[in-house]
């Protein structure tokens, strides 16, 4: 996010901002630097309110594109078709911003690229979210070609006072409150080749991000395979064997590797349907049956029962005390 350069743009002392929260000076000076997701969260927070901007993550990513994610942008560039880009962007970028996930959702003669937030309590996640689409919507325009356009752009969160410079960037209809924050456009450019894409480059990034990305074990583990569950439920795909798959398994080696670490399919299941379920109650105002069938509830009954379970309360009384806690 180049929210440092737009502040200092606007004579803000952002080292100092930056120290406020806890990030030190040179923590953007590198495109690879790993920002923790809840200092940019915070950072992005007080921006906002020290310019007055409510859309400053969108403002501060409107120049930006795949230089922005470092080796894995690099990767995408490289890749053979727009669609295998998307596909290794949804595969990497947990290396470059670990408080959330992309995915791939195909709607017929539709795609969605979706931005999913992975934490429900997170300052200034929407400006992250904002900014997150707008550097999407760059990357997609850079790889698809100038006649590439949107057909619609979501956000799972509330619109700012003024929303007029959403639909300026991605000139196409917005959506506030819905129950994803997601880029739609023409499935056909998927097939698209990339324009000078190096496949030896290709290859040789692939190779260090693979090992880079390696399962791991213990808790690395569980946060990874939650992370896959997360963008797999985004895309109502979710399920054992698929996630087996995401991770070269059979379901029954998976199920073991899971035994091991500690946890079980459905325990996992749980916990990333909880975490969904809070994000969008906390940061939309989406309806509690659209948040059912999202996370695959046959009705929202099924839902509220399942969510009282893991909280104590239902979605309804949650959501209320989530806003009174917000405010203050």
């Known amino acids: 996010m180049a929210i440092v350069a737009l502040l200092r743009e606007r004579s803000i002392d952002a080292d100092a901002l930056m120290a406020a929260v806890g990030l030190p000076a040179e923590a ?16 992005a927070r007080l921006a906002a309110d020290h310019t007055g901007l409510a859309d400053i993550g969108l403002r501060a990513c409107t120049r930006t594109g795949l230089e922005m994610l470092g ?37 017929g003669g539709l795609a969605a690229l979706g931005y999913e937030v992975l934490e429900h309590d997170v300052p200034g996640s929407e400006q992250i979210t904002f900014g997150a689409l707008a550097i999407a919507a760059n990357l997609l325009r850079e790889i698809c070609g100038r006649d590439f356009v949107l057909r619609e752009v979501s956000f799972a969160c509330h619109a700012p006072a003024d929303s007029s410079a959403f639909a300026s960037h991605f000139g196409a209809p917005v959506r506030f409150d819905a129950d994803r924050s997601a880029v739609v456009f023409d499935a056909g450019f998927l097939m698209r080749p990339i324009a000078g894409a190096n496949p030896l480059l290709r290859d040789f990034i692939t190779s260090q991000l693979r090992e880079t990305a390696r399962i791991g074990d213990g808790e690395v583990a569980k946060d990874r395979i939650q992370r896959v569950m997360r963008t797999l439920l985004a895309t109502g795909c979710i399920g054992q064997d698929k996630v087996a798959r995401a991770f070269g398994m059979n379901r029954r080696t998976f199920a073991r590797r899971l035994q091991e670490n500690g946890t079980t399919f459905r325990a ?29 509830y046959a ?21 209320r005390q ?7």
């Not at 953007?28 to 950072?43: C, K, Q, S, T, Y």
């Not at 962007?89 to 791939?104: F, I, R």
């Not at 975490?275 to 948040?291: G, N």
């Not at 099924?302 to 309360?313: D, Q, V």
């Open 268 to 296: 996992l299941l749980d916990a990333v349907r909880f975490d969904a379920a809070r994000v969008l109650l906390h940061t939309s105002a989406v309806s509690l049956e659209d948040i059912a069938n999202k996370l695959g």
């Open 28 to 43: 953007f000076g590198h495109p690879d630097n790993v920002i923790p997701f809840a200092r940019l969260g915070e950072l």
């Open 322 to 328: 989530a806003a009174a806690a917000f405010r203050g």
């Open 71 to 107: 080796t894995v942008g690099y990767l995408v560039a490289n890749s053979e078709t727009v669609g295998t880009g998307l596909a290794a962007l949804q595969s990497y970028l947990h290396l470059h911003d670990e408080g959330a996930a992309p995915y791939l959702q195909l709607e």
């Open 299 to 319: 009705d929202v009954t099924a839902f509220a029962r399942a969510f009282r379970r893991w909280s104590g309360a239902s979605p309804a009384v949650w959501r």
